[in-house]
């Protein structure tokens, strides 16, 4: 599976954001994806995740009630839709991937397989 992340960029604080991150590949072998993100000095966090099937969703408490993550199974693509977003969030954005539901825990880094190529998120103050 190859993940193709895209939509960062430069917004102000209180704005909003979308991005996207396309599969292909083995794509009918997907379980789970998520975003991630790592600022400069911090360690890489979950901030949302999505089961393929069903679409069960997790999120950080950072995040929660101003971050969506969502997928279109046809386009084999998901969203993380940002809203009020301040500088806290400005960090590089990951999106992975996992064929493996036998031991998902979504929060965890390990648990994904496959990763795309970060996209910068700046927000200013």
């Known amino acids: 599976v190859q993940l193709q992340a895209s939509g960062g960029g430069l917004v102000q604080a209180g704005g909003s954001l979308r991005l996207s991150c396309a599969a292909s590949?083995?794509?009918?072998?997907?379980?789970?994806m998520a975003w991630f993100r790592q600022a400069p000095g911090k360690e890489r966090e979950c901030v949302a995740a999505?089961?393929?099937?069903?679409?069960?969703?997790y999120y950080a408490d950072s995040v929660k009630g101003r971050f969506t993550i969502s997928r279109d199974n046809a386009k084999n693509t998901v969203y993380l839709q940002m809203n009020s977003l301040t500088p806290e969030d400005t960090a590089v954005y990951y999106c992975a991937a996992t064929p493996n539901a036998a031991v998902f825990t979504p929060r965890v880094s390990s648990s994904y397989e496959y990763w795309g190529q970060g996209t910068q998120v700046t927000v200013s103050s």
């Open positions: 999505i089961k393929w099937r069903g679409g069960a969703t």
């Open positions: 590949g083995r794509t009918f072998s997907i379980f789970a």
